[in-house]
């Protein structure tokens, strides 16, 4: 079977060497929460041990990894919108778990179609229209009478499934397939979703032992909760195999010189102070990208980078823009190595509504932040809410947390982030000397003004996007 998907044929090789040499194929691989530093690239100490993610690394060697790229939302849907919109999830009205964007937003991928690309979407594509299909079927048929439910005529190909519902080894067959769609001498565009490391994680973790992994200094070392951890990186590992599969089928067809790769994180992982939270892991990501003969082999940047940046940089790439005005920032240059000046100096990240209980954070939280080279800026508009971790709460490490609060076993510190009373309404933190966010520096003395700059930029991104919530120096008013 695995000759079938992995052998090239000579029509297949003659199909794509005739494309227009100046008009390089781009692929977009998506992994589903999975937060920066988790690829052995970025040096992180419990991958490299157990070589959790050999083919990205060496995807790596191949191109340039971001250590500093963050996505718009730390949940899917509104996340992945700004990656094709080139745009805040506020400012085009999706801070809703899968609310789509309206038919008037353009994705890039519309220009790259109109332009003669063929563009392909498969995988997990996450709520890009909406639920697949919603429990109430008003929702549906909403959706679709607005005109919102239009993947299929946005794309010249649609595959929706979760590929934790199938092996892994059927990759290299299914990327064929699709490519085998591809009009002759066109170029393309293929967006393919994994769904791991999304939850439900799976209980074998193969040879990985609990017991010795590092923890980061906010997580209760408790067993169960190293045994999430464990799973977590299992997960990890599988996902890099199944990105070993796709850069295999490339290479097998003769398409690797002329393809550009793009791998991202949508969103931070969904452990404790992670998905669901405006905190680093949230929305602190893996990014690398290849481009042969352009982009240097091996390099690295740390230029602030945005998910709704990917948008801008993929149609300059190609010679294209966008019509209308957005709010993200080609980083071409970046990837030439060429420093003009004008990077970014803040990112912007906003937290809705997921799913869950109204009054749990992994339900609803209404939170804001900037982050800068150094610093990062949290507003937390509702402070009351009881702080439950995303997608984790019916975990038997989330019970583990929550008896060993019950019984008093938990230090201050990690009382205080995840059983708190009132949290602070402003988190300020220090990335260069706390990285892990443990010291939370709003209202000291010593850092009033670098607070005030941060906070002043949020204001004004959120008057521009019209922005709901009330403004953070309005709250300090009061």
Same mark, same amino acid.
């Given at each position: 079977?695995?000759?079938?998907?992995?052998?090239?044929?000579?029509?297949?090789?003659?199909?794509?060497?005739?494309?227009?040499?100046?008009?390089?194929?781009?692929?977009?691989?998506?992994?589903?929460?999975?937060?920066?530093?988790?690829?052995?690239?970025?040096?992180?100490?419990?991958?490299?041990?157990?070589?959790?993610?050999?083919?990205?690394?060496?995807?790596?060697?191949?191109?340039?990894?971001?250590?500093?790229?963050?996505?718009?939302?730390?949940?899917?849907?509104?996340?992945?919108?700004?990656?094709?919109?080139?745009?805040?999830?506020?400012?085009?009205?999706?801070?809703?778990?899968?609310?789509?964007?309206?038919?008037?937003?353009?994705?890039?991928?519309?220009?790259?179609?109109?332009?003669?690309?063929?563009?392909?979407?498969?995988?997990?594509?996450?709520?890009?229209?909406?639920?697949?299909?919603?429990?109430?079927?008003?929702?549906?048929?909403?959706?679709?009478?607005?005109?919102?439910?239009?993947?299929?005529?946005?794309?010249?190909?649609?595959?929706?499934?979760?590929?934790? !519902?199938? @092996? +892994?080894?059927?990759?290299?067959?299914? %990327?064929? =397939?699709?490519?085998?769609? *591809? &009009? #002759?001498?066109?170029?393309?565009?293929?967006?393919?979703?994994?769904?791991?490391?999304?939850?439900?994680?799976?209980?074998?973790?193969?040879?990985?032992?609990?017991?010795?992994?590092?923890?980061?200094?906010?997580?209760?070392?408790?067993?169960?909760?190293?045994?999430?951890?464990?799973?977590?990186?299992?997960?990890?590992?599988?996902?890099?195999?199944?990105?070993?599969?796709?850069?295999?089928?490339?290479?097998?067809?003769?398409?690797?010189?002329?393809?550009?790769?793009?791998?991202?994180?949508?969103? !931070?992982? @969904? +452990?404790?102070?992670?998905?669901?939270? %405006?905190? =680093?892991?949230?929305?602190? *990501? &893996? #990014?690398?990208?290849?481009?042969?003969?352009?982009?240097?082999?091996?390099?690295?940047?740390?230029?602030?980078?945005?998910?709704?940046?990917?948008?801008?940089?993929?149609?300059?790439?190609?010679?294209?823009?966008?019509?209308?005005?957005?709010?993200?920032?080609?980083?071409?240059?970046?990837?030439?190595?060429?420093?003009?000046?004008?990077?970014?100096?803040?990112?912007?990240?906003?937290?809705?509504?997921?799913?869950?209980?109204?009054?749990?954070?992994?339900?609803?939280?209404?939170?804001?932040?900037?982050?800068?080279?150094?610093?990062?800026?949290?507003?937390?508009?509702?402070?009351?809410?009881?702080?439950? &971790?995303?997608?984790?709460?019916?975990?038997?490490?989330?019970?583990?947390?929550?008896?060993?609060?019950?019984?008093?076993?938990?230090?201050?510190?990690?009382?205080?982030?995840?059983?708190?009373?009132?949290?602070?309404?402003?988190?300020?933190?220090?990335?260069?000397?706390?990285?892990?966010?443990?010291?939370?520096?709003?209202?000291?003395?010593?850092?009033?003004?670098?607070?005030?700059?941060?906070?002043?930029?949020?204001?004004?991104?959120?008057?521009?996007?019209?922005?709901?919530?009330?403004?953070?120096?309005?709250?300090?008013?009061?």
């Amino acid at each position: 079977m695995k000759q079938i998907f992995l052998i090239p044929t000579l029509f297949i090789n003659l199909h794509f060497s005739i494309q227009a040499q100046d008009k390089p194929n781009v692929i977009l691989i998506l992994s589903d929460d999975h937060s920066y530093p988790h690829v052995g690239c970025y040096g992180d100490e419990n991958i490299l041990t157990y070589n959790i993610t050999p083919n990205i690394d060496a995807f790596a060697r191949q191109g340039m990894r971001f250590e500093r790229a963050y996505t718009t939302a730390p949940q899917c849907a509104p996340s992945r919108i700004s990656i094709f919109t080139g745009r805040s999830p506020m400012s085009i009205g999706i801070t809703r778990f899968m609310e789509p964007a309206g038919k008037d937003v353009d994705f890039f991928t519309d220009i790259l179609r109109k332009s003669g690309y063929w563009v392909g979407l498969d995988g997990r594509h996450h709520h890009l229209d909406g639920a697949v299909k919603d429990k109430n079927p008003i929702i549906n048929e909403t959706l679709s009478e607005e005109g919102m439910k239009n993947l299929e005529q946005r794309f010249d190909h649609v595959g929706r499934y979760n590929t934790k !519902g199938i @092996s +892994l080894d059927t990759v290299p067959q299914k %990327l064929n =397939s699709i490519l085998d769609e *591809v &009009p #002759l001498g066109k170029p393309f565009f293929l967006y393919f979703g994994f769904n791991q490391p999304h939850r439900k994680f799976e209980d074998d973790f193969e040879e990985i032992d609990p017991e010795q992994l590092l923890l980061p200094p906010d997580f209760p070392d408790l067993p169960e909760v190293r045994k999430d951890y464990a799973r977590y990186l299992s997960d990890v590992r599988d996902m890099d195999r199944g990105f070993g599969y796709i850069m295999k089928v490339l290479e097998d067809r003769g398409l690797s010189k002329n393809t550009i790769v793009i791998f991202m994180g949508d969103n !931070g992982e @969904s +452990l404790l102070r992670g998905k669901g939270t %405006l905190h =680093s892991r949230g929305i602190h *990501v &893996p #990014l690398i990208i290849s481009w042969p003969g352009v982009i240097q082999e091996n390099s690295s940047t740390k230029t602030l980078v945005s998910g709704e940046d990917l948008a801008p940089t993929i149609l300059e790439m190609l010679g294209l823009t966008f019509n209308n005005e957005i709010s993200g920032r080609s980083f071409l240059n970046t990837l030439k190595g060429i420093k003009t000046g004008n990077e970014r100096d803040f990112i912007f990240a906003e937290r809705g509504w997921h799913w869950g209980p109204l009054t749990r954070t992994d339900g609803l939280d209404f939170c804001r932040s900037v982050t800068s080279e150094r610093f990062h800026f949290v507003y937390n508009a509702l402070p009351k809410q009881e702080f439950a &971790p995303v997608d984790m709460v019916k975990t038997l490490a989330w019970d583990e947390v929550v008896e060993a609060h019950s019984d008093k076993r938990l230090s201050d510190l990690i009382e205080s982030f995840y059983f708190y009373s009132d949290r602070p309404v402003f988190e300020f933190y220090d990335l260069v000397n706390d990285p892990f966010e443990l010291n939370n520096l709003s209202g000291q003395k010593e850092f009033i003004e670098l607070e005030k700059i941060h906070r002043d930029e949020l204001d004004k991104l959120m008057i521009k996007d019209h922005d709901f919530l009330p403004l953070p120096s309005h709250v300090i008013e009061n």
